[in-house]
């Protein structure tokens, strides 16, 4: 693997190898790019061969609000994954701690200066690595995890279970 060229999973938007690029007309990747970044991270961890020089060039089909400025549509998060053929289902907030287990989630939140997805990757034991919140990748249930936010005031909106795509027999 070429360092140059892959990142792995992705624990910051503001990384100086992609954080100045533009995401949408008028934004960019540090600034409001935590959607692409939690969408990525996900893919990534579904297949070890997803790169993100490539996934950059090819989000255009992921829209965002106010050309970028607003970050990604919480419409598009589903719509993007199952295009790739992964299984998508909605979770309510109050059921975080009654969920099965998926291979990931994302969460998205608001607070008073903006809104932030978080992508976590399943561990197997009904804990999720989050990615893009922390300063190092930290494990928690999802139940915990929602409680936490609520105390640091933030505001959970949705959350995304998500189902990697069933690899072919060879």
Not at 98 to 114: E, K, M, N, Q, R
Not at 116 to 133: M, P, W
């Amino acid at each position: 693997m070429d360092s140059q060229t892959d990142f792995g999973l992705l624990n910051t938007q503001t990384d100086p190898r992609f954080g100045d690029r533009k995401y949408g007309r008028l934004g960019t990747v540090a600034k409001n790019g935590c959607g692409m970044i939690a969408l990525y991270n996900v893919e990534r961890a579904a297949n070890d061969q997803t790169r993100f020089e490539p996934y950059y060039e090819a989000r255009k089909p992921i829209k965002t609000n106010l050309f970028g400025l607003l970050g990604t549509r919480p419409s598009t998060i589903a719509k993007n994954l199952r295009k790739k053929q992964f299984e998508v289902e909605r979770i309510r907030i109050r059921d975080a701690a009654s969920t099965p287990l998926y291979d990931a989630v994302i969460v998205l939140y608001w607070h008073f200066f903006g809104a932030h997805y978080v992508a976590g990757i399943g561990r197997g034991d009904g804990t999720y690595t989050l990615y893009n919140e922390y300063q190092k990748p930290f494990p928690l249930k999802l139940d915990v995890y929602i409680g936490e936010l609520k105390k640091r005031k933030m505001h959970p909106y949705r959350i995304w279970g998500v189902r990697f795509p069933k690899k072919e027999d060879k």
